[in-house]
């Protein structure tokens, strides 16, 4: 998404008229089916309005379309935590990790990846059930992976380190 | 052997018309020339209220006439939004972790003879490779400075100085002393209140001090205080706390926004895994 962005500028500094070039259409093009086309791997969870409203300007021929999705995801992950701060999920969290606490070990990480497994396993059986496409369910299994690791992989290896001795 | 013929792509893109289409490099990439009244909220302080809409008048919006204090070019609009998302203006944690991925060369090991050596060059009066190589702990501090200097660049309060300026000052006994010695340690409540500035340069200084005593490599994250105050910006620089979002997420399964915005951010700020892992106290040993 950044190296589109430095893209576009780039083709609007070598551009002398406000149109963009092929190859920006394309790699537009490319970001839609990447991130907003059907069952696509990162498919990204926005309305409906917001999807047409980018089908609309690419067919238009303006790349300027992306920028409102970044603002619609931020608005739709701001409510998201709306809902989270009254759900019992926080309260389980206020009771783990206490209030102002800012240092954790590796069992409180530990537990956070066993209440993981309970949910994406259930998840998983309905994947099952809903006929989806196997591929796009282990596409978003492995993104999970990778997200759970840049978070937790400090207090794993804090542990590896101590069992040296 | 048999050769297996790629399938046609089963979701064609909606729109009609291929991308080799000659119509739609023809078609001019027209700008609506329209004036737009500064209703909103400035666009790094929209992120977080949450009030921009979903068109392109939202750019628009950015390019109208503004007040002098209030306009933003492009650039430095991208600019408030790249540092919001990763957070390195009101997260030190994420300053911190990546300063310490850049500097990692330059941090202090626990070898005994390079500390004795450095010390011994340093009170020759000559400059070391190995002097040259480590930073001064006024340096180290001044590394971390530009995320708070930003922020409060207006502020007159001066900022305390280092322990080695202090521990100097009080070895040579040049500088008259503010507090006298009869006059006990009290906290000044009946004075004004401590400035923000002030108050973020002594927890930011705590905070690394904190880090460099503990040597064990256990990660600093953010309290539950500070993200029920600080809301979701504040949430997306933490560690486990983000992890229990991520949970409610999967719950109501619409983890994806959540996922690529992560994403997205370690790519701004290009904290790889690798480089998040790699580094321990411990390596130097």
Redesign the interface.
Known sequence: MSQFHSECQEDALASPTNTPSQRILDLAEDLYRLYLGKESYFELNVTHQARVSVIQSLRSGSIDCFHPILYHIWDLLCDAFTRFRSSPIWKRMEKDLGWRTALHSFDTAYDILTAFLEVVTKQEAWAATADMKEDVVWAWRARLDAFLETQLALYFQQEDIESWD | MTIVEDSPDP?P?????T??SPT??S?????PVQLVRFEKTPLWL??RD?V?????S??LIRRAQVPGFLSFTREEA?FF?RAILSNSLTSPVLAYRNALNRFSSCIPSRCGDLHLEHSLSSSAGSDSSIASDFLSKKKWSLLFRPWKSFMFSASSVPARTSNDEAFSAVSTETTRRSRPFSRPITPNSSSRPMSVSRSFDIAYETLAKKTFRMH???????????I?RG??PV?LSS??????????????????????????M???TQ?N?EE??SF?F?GWI
């Open positions: 979701e893109l909606m729109y009609s018309g991308s080799t739609r490099a078609t001019n990439h027209i700008v929209g992120l949450s921009a809409p979903i068109s392109f939202a750019d991208d939004t064990d490599g256990t990660p600093i994250d953010v309290a539950v205080r500070d029920a809301g979701f949430l560690l486990l706390p983000l992890c229990y979002f991520a949970l409610f997420l999967t719950q109501e399964q619409s983890i994806e926004n959540l996922v690529t915005v992560h994403y997205w370690m790519q701004i904290l895994l998040t892992t321990s411990f």
